[in-house]
């Protein structure tokens, strides 16, 4: 049976370069985008190289667009085995003395609550897959061991929300994995962490070391675990990440 895999944020970059590949080795796509126009672009280029490939419209800040989202994939099948929590918000680098709650809401709605509002509502069609897994796309800046080391560029970013979001879904993603055995979820750093590299993205204009083919390597990995793969675990390209 095909695998299946819902991505959000799937239009462009790293979630873009995530439904390629794993379309490359047969898998249903469900793409999901917020703009449904670029969307749609997206998902067209997948479909002109012959994938089985659906635009879901999916605003991971809306519970309204969520519910949708679950319909929708929901009248294409009856099991989910792989979500990638990819869809993410840099916020404004606003500094700690600057930052307001407004600032910090506005960031952790995308990548705090989103992945939070998603897997909470596919959790039903993740549990009927044989094997499920869940990929949450983090990055090292949200590591305290990375944040710990003055090597490490991230330490000169003194931005507030970003940071700290991600710190949050490292752990979210651990207390799942703690409470959902049956399901693996794991998080992820598109960079290696060791090397101080970080992959190419709209979201640092493309100033990144590594490709963003180099960059999704490892979702890729923890999309295609086996069954008797990790759980709980924060990796990069090259191994795993302190948290």
């Not at 204009?205 to 490709?211: A, I, K, V």
Request: no cysteine; charged share 20%; hydrophobic share 40%.
């Amino acid at each position: 049976m095909t695998n299946s895999v819902l991505i959000t944020g799937g239009n462009k970059g790293l979630g873009f370069e995530a439904a390629r590949r794993l379309s490359e080795q047969g898998w249903t796509i469900f793409l999901g985008s917020r703009n449904e126009g670029r969307g749609k672009e997206a998902a067209d280029k997948l479909a002109d190289g012959g994938v089985n490939v659906v635009m879901v419209p999916l605003d991971v800040t809306s519970d309204e667009s969520v519910t949708e989202a679950v319909r929708l994939v929901r009248a294409h099948t009856d099991r989910l085995d792989v979500l990638i929590n990819n869809a993410g918000a840099p916020g404004n680098a606003v500094t700690p003395a600057n930052a307001t709650a407004d600032e910090l809401h506005a960031v952790y709605d995308t990548n705090v609550y989103g992945p939070v509002r998603v897997t909470h509502a596919f959790l039903p069609l993740l549990r009927a897959a044989d094997h499920p897994r869940v990929v949450m796309v983090s990055s090292a800046i949200g590591s305290f061991a990375v944040q710990a080391d003055p090597a490490q560029a991230a330490t000169k970013l003194h931005e507030l929300a970003y940071s700290s979001s991600k710190a949050a879904l490292n752990m979210i993603t651990v207390r799942y994995a703690q409470a959902h055995p049956e399901i693996k979820f794991n998080a992820v750093t598109p960079g290696e962490v060791a090397n101080r590299k970080f992959a190419a993205t709209d979201m640092n204009n493309h100033t990144g070391q590594l490709t963003v083919t180099e960059g999704t390597d490892p979702i890729i990995k923890l999309a295609t675990l086996d069954p008797d793969g990790p759980t709980g675990i924060f990796i990069d390209r090259l191994g795993p990440v302190s948290w």
